[in-house]
């Protein structure tokens, strides 16, 4: 007996060590693989002017025409305006629509008042200058030399999360010191649904690629397995769990992560679903502004406080956080297509709709969350004008406006009491979790202790540090999966950055670029907050790590930002594209 629990706590070393190493693998493939999928198009359409006869090729599914440099398509014609006009393609092919300028645009010589169709043969006059519509076979372009890349397997790539998340299983059955089988439902629940999200992407929908989806799976797959670690906290009068149970009440947050998983994964699908059809998305943004204002109001009527924030709704034993969802609600509001952002430059609907969620966040005393919206603010309001001083102002109201709250709630201030002096208030609300965070942390090494044997989440072993699965799972995370494993994590929601950014210029639509964007580094902003509010670097605002916290509201919430970022991404809708018409 000796000897065989010698062998498996050597096995289970060796995992400790493998499953960092296996996660950097998918991240690394993962990014090759997305850097080998954004090789731009051979462009389908060109522009040629009538005149010169010089060709211009048309190299996104929204392309702003214009005398200005910042033009896709830069006109040297004085007489035409700075912003002109845009040539976008839809699913009923391409259109032109002028952006408010003084000589206007036509088509075949018909003025254009609203968005026109046009075809390969028309001809558009803006100014003095007339291009006329082609397709690349009727026009000579020059060829380029590219560099060829091979993407991974997405089957390769699930396989081996799903390796991955066996190893931790491994470790959950054997941590906190006993063997138990309670981990093992959780383990088949996530590999049912992961698996199943990959024949309906890749079969029924016919995508070509899996990488933000492979990186989710990972990630909550983890987050799931490390909850499964803190099983049998056991309850005055309640009896332990056999051996061989797989089914215990004292996991429901597990099950409940499981659920919201599952939640999380069919809304990811129906957004993707419904942001295929631009004209539909245009049409509903202002009804999903409506709906997020609505959500605040039965927010603030209906919510009881939780630790001081407001922001919990209780529907019988289940509690939902609204403002989790008014975060998907926020990116879909803020983003908008090239045409209604060259003809409408202001930002004052966008602004004043800002302005009611902080508004009602403060009031809901959840300033994590707030600080998440005006950040979210910041970089959607940049993407629309492009202006520096608009951020600068705007940065300047949220200081001014830190300024009075400090003032006139002074009980704001002594939240932050303890920021960067924890260690002066070891066994006082101010610093006891974070500095047994950072004591326990520092404990778990490069490849931490194993599931269930960290003092943060405790397990059998005793009472767990409060929060210690949700606001401070990163601590959990380090001192029970190494700090290498805790890297990265970061690592994989920072790669989701580098994915909307690099579908920037590619995507069908201004929109998907900004939405993109906005989402990705509003799930890297969340996932600083925590991580550097755990380690004493900022302020603990309460916020969760995106996929990995426990939390119904955060999970479903995060699913839907990956969303967007996958709507960015112009292989997602290549089955789709519309066809061209023939004159």
């Known amino acids: 007996m000796p000897d065989f629990q010698s062998f498996s706590v050597s096995i289970l070393y060796v995992l400790r060590i493998f499953i960092p190493l296996l996660s950097i693998y998918v991240l690394v493939r993962a990014f090759h693989s997305i850097k080998a999928g954004r090789r731009r198009e051979e462009p389908v359409i060109v522009l040629q002017n009538t005149v010169t006869k010089e060709t211009v090729p048309v190299l996104y599914w929204e392309n702003s025409i214009g005398r200005s440099r910042s033009c896709d398509i830069v006109l040297a014609d004085a007489t035409a305006s700075r912003d002109h006009a845009v040539l976008m393609r839809r699913e009923s092919g391409w259109l032109v629509t002028d952006t408010g300028s003084k000589a206007g645009t036509r088509v075949n010589g018909r003025m254009?008042?609203?968005?026109?169709?046009?075809?390969?043969?028309?001809?558009?006059?803006?100014?003095?200058?007339?291009?006329?519509?082609k397709r690349t076979s009727e026009a000579k372009l020059p060829q380029q030399k590219r560099r060829?890349?091979?993407?991974?397997?997405?089957?390769?790539?699930?396989?081996?999360?799903?390796?991955?998340?066996?190893?931790?299983?491994?470790?959950?059955?054997?941590?906190?010191?006993?063997?138990?089988?309670?981990?093992?439902?959780?383990?088949?629940?996530?590999?049912?649904?992961?698996?199943?999200?990959?024949?309906?992407s890749m079969k029924k929908l016919d995508h070509v690629s899996f990488e933000l989806e492979t990186i989710a799976c990972l990630l909550a797959g983890t987050g799931i397995m490390l909850l499964s670690g803190m099983r049998g906290k056991l309850s005055e009068g309640q009896e332990a769990p056999g051996m061989w149970a797989v089914v215990d009440p004292t996991m429901s947050t597990v099950y409940m992560q499981l659920l919201t998983m599952l939640m999380g994964i069919l809304f990811f699908c129906v957004l993707?679903?419904?942001?295929?059809?631009?004209?539909?998305?245009?049409?509903?943004?202002?009804?999903?502004?409506?709906?997020?204002?609505?959500?605040?109001?039965?927010?603030?009527?209906?919510a009881t406080a939780v630790h001081g924030a407001g922001n919990w709704i209780s529907i019988g034993p289940v509690s939902v956080q609204p403002s989790e969802f008014i975060k998907v609600a926020f990116v879909f509001v803020g983003a908008a297509t090239l045409d209604r952002l060259q003809t409408k430059q202001n930002l004052t609907a966008f602004i004043a709709?800002?302005?009611?969620?902080?508004?009602?966040?403060?009031?809901?005393?959840?300033?994590?969350?707030?600080?998440?919206?005006?950040?979210?603010?910041?970089?959607?309001?940049?993407?629309?004008?492009?202006?520096?001083?608009?951020i600068v102002l705007a940065v300047a109201a949220a200081v001014f406006g830190a300024f009075l709250i400090l003032k006139f709630r002074p009980y704001v201030l002594s939240r932050f009491q303890g920021w960067r002096h924890v260690w002066e208030y070891?066994?006082?609300?101010?610093?006891y979790q974070q500095v047994r965070v950072l004591s326990y942390g520092a404990s778990g090494g490069l490849f931490g202790m194993g599931i269930g044997n960290g003092k943060l989440g405790a397990g059998r072993s005793?009472?767990?540090?409060?929060?210690?699965?949700?606001?401070?799972?990163?601590?959990?995370?380090?001192?029970?999966?190494?700090?290498?494993?805790?890297?990265?994590?970061?690592?994989?929601?920072?790669?989701?950055?580098?994915?909307?950014?690099?579908?920037?210029?590619?995507?069908?639509?201004?929109?998907?670029?900004?939405?993109?964007?906005?989402?990705?580094?509003?799930?890297?902003?969340?996932?600083?907050?925590?991580?550097?509010?755990?380690?004493?670097?900022?302020?603990?605002?309460?916020?969760?790590?995106?996929?990995?916290?426990?939390?119904?509201?955060?999970?479903?919430?995060?699913?839907?930002?990956?969303?967007?970022?996958?709507?960015?991404?112009?292989?997602?809708?290549?089955?789709?594209?519309?066809?061209?018409?023939?004159?």
């Open 148 to 200: 060829v890349r091979h993407a991974a397997s997405p089957f390769g790539l699930l396989l081996t999360v799903s390796v991955i998340h066996f190893f931790l299983l491994l470790q959950a059955c054997f941590g906190g010191g006993d063997f138990s089988l309670l981990p093992v439902l959780p383990f088949l629940a996530v590999q049912v649904m992961q698996w199943s999200l990959y024949v309906y």
């Open 112 to 133: 254009a008042n609203k968005p026109a169709s046009v075809v390969p043969g028309d001809v558009i006059t803006m100014g003095s200058t007339s291009l006329m519509l």
């Open 272 to 302: 993707i679903w419904f942001m295929g059809d631009l004209d539909r998305v245009t049409k509903f943004r202002p009804w999903i502004a409506g709906a997020a204002v609505l959500l605040f109001v039965i927010n603030l009527v209906f």
């Open 353 to 390: 709709f800002t302005g009611v969620c902080l508004v009602s966040l403060f009031l809901m005393k959840d300033f994590g969350t707030a600080c998440i919206f005006f950040v979210t603010f910041l970089f959607i309001s940049f993407m629309r004008s492009g202006s520096i001083r608009t």
């Open 462 to 583: 005793g009472s767990p540090i409060f929060a210690a699965n949700s606001d401070l799972v990163f601590g959990m995370l380090w001192e029970e999966l190494g700090l290498l494993m805790a890297v990265v994590v970061v690592c994989a929601i920072a790669l989701l950055v580098f994915c909307a950014r690099s579908d920037a210029t590619r995507s069908r639509s201004t929109f998907y670029s900004i939405a993109a964007c906005s989402a990705a580094g509003l799930l890297l902003f969340q996932a600083c907050l925590n991580v550097f509010g755990v380690v004493d670097v900022l302020p603990l605002t309460g916020v969760t790590l995106p996929f990995i916290s426990a939390g119904g509201s955060s999970m479903v919430s995060v699913w839907g930002m990956l969303a967007f970022i996958k709507a960015g991404d112009e292989r997602t809708y290549a089955a789709r594209r519309p066809k061209r018409k023939r004159r």
């Open 426 to 431: 070891v066994n006082e609300s101010q610093g």
